[in-house]
């Protein structure tokens, strides 16, 4: 692994830090170790976009990365079989564990589905051409709702009126935009002669740390919640039945 890909990593590693930290907050709130309604305040929506931001951001930087002017069809296919397998297998899980609510359009469905536009557009987008479109997606995302998209078979694309219910829901619009401009940021960075990211963010014992996360942000993302549903289920139970 070269010094910028272990950069890649580490930054992969923060962004999965702040997101259990995130479910951590919501898992307190659905026992009722918080205040009700603390993991939807204001404050911590706008944290859980920001980091869901980041990791489309940096998926798009590393189509960049991975394929650079080209494009490796094998190891993208690869790839994009194991986010899909992995997608599938939390709309399963979450609908047999909460029903209606379940994840039917989550970050992993997110991922790869920008993973097919990204795999297109590569090479033949100029970096400029994949900012304007990272912008005016997110923009769309805020702004555009057509009546004819309210069918549930439209929801995936995001230009309905009304979010439906369910855990987590990452739309088409507006969250092709951070893949977008990860994109274009990695293809202006390359353009220039710059690195496309830090060789490392941090060393010793915390960078290493980080970058095993980021190796492993797949494996990490499917088996935190659980864990910390149990941790958090685990103490409450105790709570309850202690003398």
Known sequence: MTARLSG???????????????????DLDLFGLVPSGTALSPYMRGYAIAIAGSFLFLSGLSMVLAHG?????????RRWGILVAAAAAVSVTTYFAIGAQFVFWGILHMMAAASLVGIVL?????????????????A??????????????????????????????????????????????????RDLGRPI???????????????????????????HQPVLLALVGGYVWLLDYAP
Request: charged share 10%.
């Open 140 to 189: 769309a995302g805020v702004w555009l709702r057509l009546p004819a998209l309210e069918h549930p078979i439209f929801w995936i694309t995001g230009a309905q009126a009304a979010r439906p219910v369910t855990v987590d829901y990452l739309p088409i619009l507006p969250w092709i935009g951070p893949y977008l401009l990860g994109m274009a940021w990695a293809q202006f960075a």
């Open 69 to 77: 002017v080209g494009r490796r069809w094998p190891a993208f296919w």
């Open 122 to 138: 590569l090479g033949r987008v100029p970096a400029w051409g994949l900012a304007v479109l990272g912008v005016l997606t997110l």
């Open 197 to 223: 990211i830090p060789q490392k963010i941090c060393g010793g014992a915390l960078g290493v740390g980080l970058a095993l996360l980021g190796r492993n942000s797949l494996a990490f993302y499917l088996i």
């Open 8 to 26: 890649l990593d580490q930054a992969r590693g923060v962004a999965l830090v702040a997101m259990a930290s995130y479910h951590f907050i919501f």
